[in-house]
């Protein structure tokens, strides 16, 4: 499917595809009504309504990702709603069935988030969690009474924290995939810092993907 990225824009990558492809392989997506935080291009979005979403609600900080996600979702005739701003603050006080989120996880140098450079679509502060906690904080007051989070990172960033995270906001959370893929260029340049954190180990220029399933309990 080709999209539209503009310059500033996170271009989708596996870990968008290992999360589009549990989605429709679980369908998680058909009939429901469907929140994308952190679009992006509207990959993940448009895949929902692919899959039969009964409606799709697009989210993303970056004006420039606001603007890809509409015209994708136009180019391709898929009917997305699209707000923008931080995370569940633009949809405050509505409910969804499932919650996709691809976010930023990768660590970074400095506990700053950037705001206005490409990095800020990966960049999540020392541990790579400051977006992740974020939404396994907010999500459940996002979520339908059957309501599911479907939520896409890397084991560098830890995904026993995430499980643990949901289970502390009331969650039933599980890693439901696994893929072990190459380094991307971000994790490349990283590596040397990575592996000075213990985070992976010498010289392994791969990291393993994960798929979080977080249900009410």
Do not use: K
């Not at 009504?33 to 799709?56: K, P």
């Not at 950037?114 to 996002?142: E, T």
């Amino acid at each position: 499917m080709h999209l539209v990225r503009p310059p500033g824009v996170y271009r989708a990558a596996d870990d968008t595809s290992l999360l589009a492809g549990v989605m429709r392989r679980g369908g998680y997506a058909r009939g429901r009504r469907v929140l994308d935080l952190g679009c992006g291009t509207g990959a993940l979005a448009l895949a929902a309504a692919r899959a039969g979403a009964a409606s799709v609600t697009a989210v993303d900080l970056s004006i420039r990702s606001i603007a890809a996600t509409w015209l994708n979702a136009r180019a391709h005739r898929a009917s997305v709603v699209v707000r923008r701003g931080d995370l569940f603050e633009p949809v405050r006080g509505q409910v969804f069935d499932l919650v996709l989120a691809n976010p930023p996880y990768v660590p970074a140098p400095t506990p700053a988030l950037p705001r206005h450079r490409i990095a800020r679509c990966w960049d999540a502060g020392v541990d790579g969690r400051q977006v992740l906690d974020r939404i396994c904080a907010g999500a459940v007051r996002a979520l339908t009474r059957d309501g599911t989070v479907l939520i896409v990172q890397s084991e560098v960033c830890d995904e026993s924290a995430t499980v643990a995270r949901m289970r502390e906001a009331g969650l039933r959370a599980q890693v439901i995939e696994r893929s072990i893929v190459p380094f991307g260029p971000v994790m490349r340049a990283r590596a040397a810092l990575l592996e000075g954190r213990e985070l992976v180990e010498p010289g392994r220029r791969e990291e393993e993907l994960v798929v979080v399933e977080a249900r009410r309990a």
